[in-house]
C-alpha cells in the first residue's frame, strides 16, 4: 500500500471536506492555468482563487475519459475498470449501475463520523439500490442522469428531474444556480459537523443553454459555440464562488479542504479548449484525460504552491482519508496514493507507480505513463501499433518515438498486460452517442 500514515486527528478536529467538480470544461479554459486560453482568461475568478490560496496540480489526470467512469474511479479509489465500468451507463440502464461489490469513499468517511452529500449530478446507476442515498450519501440533491437542460423542463423525465434524495423537486431555476444553492443548503444545515460534501456541476456539458444576461457580457466573443461555453463558465464560477462564500461567512475556510476539478478531458465539440494538449473527451490522448486541479486548506497546504508530479483522481480518497488521520484498510484494494504529506510540504516525492487508462475493454484503447513517457496503443483501429511520446518534451503528443525507443514499448506494453490481466470486461458495451 502507497502513502504514509496519517497523524491521527480528534473526531472534534475532523476537517470538512469539499469536492468542485466541472463537467466536460477545457484544460486551458481556466484562469489558474498557465497557458489559459486569453479569451478564457478572466472569467473563472473564484475558481481561480483556490489555486491561489493553495496549490495547482500541473499534471492530474482522471482515471476515466468519459463523464460515468471518471465518476466510478473517482467515487471508490479504485481503476474503474477493476468492476466492469469502462464506459457511460446507456441511458435508462435499469438492470443496475456501478456494482453494489464496491463501496463508496462516501460510505467510508460516514463511518468516520462525517455527514455526507452529493449536490448536482449522478451518473451511477437509476434503480433505487444503485442511487446516491444507497451508496454511502446522508443527502442527495441532483439528478440521476449525466446531462440534461439548465433551464426548467416540461413533462421531465425521472432520471432527469431534480430529486431531493428520492423525492421529486419542482422545475424551477438555472441548474447551475440549484447546484449552488443546495450546496450552501447543505453546508448551512450541517456547519457544526464535519462533512464530506461532493458538488457535481453539469457546466460545462451541452446543452449550452446560457443566461441571457451572460451571453450579453460576452457579445463579442466569437464563434457562437464558444460564447456559450463561457457563459456557462461564468454560472459555474459565480456557484462556486457561493460555495466559497458560504464557508466563509459560516468561519468554516480554515477547517475545509477543497478540491476543484474537472470530471474529463475538455469537450471541445462543444467549445472547449484542451491547448496544448492533444484530444478531448472520449479520447486518451492528454486531451481526454489530463485536467485541472486545485487544492487549498489554509494553514496545511502553501498558498500558490504547484505540484508538479502525476497524480490521479483515485488519489483524493486516500488523502482525504489521510487529512482525517486515517490510512485506508489494506482490504479496501484503494489504487490511489495519499498525497497530503507532498501537498503540505512535509515530503519532497510521491513513490514511484505508473498510471493507467482503458476504454472500451480489452478490443477498445489502453494507455500507461511511466515517468515522463506515455504508451498508448489504439487497439480498435486495424493495423495499429503502441505509440510512444515524451510529456516533458512533448504535452501535445505530437512525436511519436516508438520507432526509436522499442525497450521501451517493449517494457510498457509488458506493464499493460500485467495490469490489465486484473481488470473485467465491460458491463456495459460501446456507446453509440457519448452522454
Given at each position: 500500500m502507497f502513502g504514509c500514515v496519517a497523524v491521527q486527528v480528534e473526531a472534534e478536529e475532523l476537517p470538512n471536506l469539499v469536492v468542485l467538480m466541472s463537467d466536460d470544461a477545457g484544460y486551458a479554459d481556466f484562469g489558474?492555468?498557465?497557458l489559459v486560453a486569453d479569451d478564457y482568461r478572466s472569467l473563472t475568478p473564484r475558481i481561480d482563487s483556490i489555486?491561489?490560496?493553495g496549490c495547482r496540480l500541473s499534471n492530474a489526470y482522471m482515471s476515466g475519459a468519459v463523464c460515468s467512469p471518471s465518476r466510478a474511479g473517482f467515487m471508490t479509489g479504485r481503476y474503474q475498470q477493476r468492476f466492469g465500468h469502462d464506459n457511460n451507463i446507456p441511458p435508462g440502464y435499469m438492470k443496475g449501475g456501478l456494482p453494489l461489490t464496491e463501496t463508496f469513499m462516501a460510505k467510508r468517511l460516514g463511518?468516520?463520523?462525517?455527514?455526507?452529500?452529493?449536490?448536482?449530478?449522478?451518473?451511477?446507476?437509476?434503480?433505487?439500490d444503485y442511487q446516491p442515498n444507497q451508496r454511502g450519501f446522508d443527502y442527495f440533491y441532483g439528478c440521476l442522469q449525466g446531462s440534461r437542460k439548465y433551464f426548467p423542463i416540461e413533462n421531465v423525465s425521472p432520471h432527469r428531474v431534480f430529486l431531493e434524495n428520492t423525492t421529486p423537486t419542482e422545475e424551477a431555476g438555472y441548474i447551475t444556480d440549484r447546484i449552488g444553492d443546495g450546496a450552501c443548503r447543505f453546508i448551512e444545515a450541517n456547519k457544526s459537523n464535519p462533512f464530506f460534501l461532493f458538488v457535481s456541476f453539469t457546466a460545462t456539458h451541452g446543452p449550452l443553454d446560457v443566461k441571457e444576461e451572460h451571453l450579453k457580457k460576452l457579445a463579442n466573443m466569437k464563434p457562437n459555440k464558444r460564447k456559450k461555453n463561457a457563459g456557462l463558465m461564468v454560472s459555474l464560477d459565480e456557484n462556486v464562488g457561493k460555495i466559497l462564500d458560504q464557508l466563509d461567512v459560516l468561519g468554516l475556510t480554515e477547517k475545509t479542504l477543497v478540491v476543484f476539478t474537472n470530471d474529463n478531458g475538455g469537450q471541445t465539440q462543444s467549445g472547449a479548449n484542451n491547448h496544448p494538449l492533444r484530444g478531448r473527451k472520449g479520447q486518451l490522448w492528454e486531451g481526454g484525460v489530463r485536467v485541472p486541479m486545485a487544492i487549498q486548506w489554509p494553514g496545511h497546504i502553501p498558498a500558490g504552491s504547484v505540484f508538479e508530479e502525476p497524480v490521479i483522481s483515485l488519489d483524493l480518497f486516500p488523502t482525504f482519508l489521510a487529512a482525517a488521520g486515517k490510512a485506508p484498510d489494506a482490504a479496501w484494494n484503494l489504487d490511489g496514493i495519499n498525497l497530503l504529506d507532498c501537498l503540505c510540504g512535509k515530503a519532497e516525492a510521491l513513490p514511484e507507480r505508473d498510471l493507467y487508462w482503458r476504454r472500451q475493454g480489452s478490443a477498445g484503447s489502453i494507455a500507461i505513463r511511466h515517468g515522463d513517457w506515455k504508451m498508448i496503443h489504439q487497439r480498435k483501429l486495424a493495423g495499429a501499433q503502441p505509440e510512444l511520446y515524451h510529456l516533458q518534451n512533448d504535452p501535445s503528443e505530437a512525436v511519436d518515438l516508438a520507432a526509436e525507443n522499442p525497450e521501451i514499448v517493449a517494457q510498457l506494453s509488458e506493464k499493460v498486460t500485467a495490469w490489465e490481466a486484473e481488470l473485467s470486461e465491460p458491463i456495459w458495451g460501446p456507446l453509440k452517442r457519448r452522454k
Open positions: 489558474f492555468q498557465p489555486a491561489k490560496q463511518d468516520l463520523g462525517y455527514k455526507t452529500g452529493l449536490i448536482g449530478k449522478w451518473h451511477l446507476g437509476y434503480p433505487e
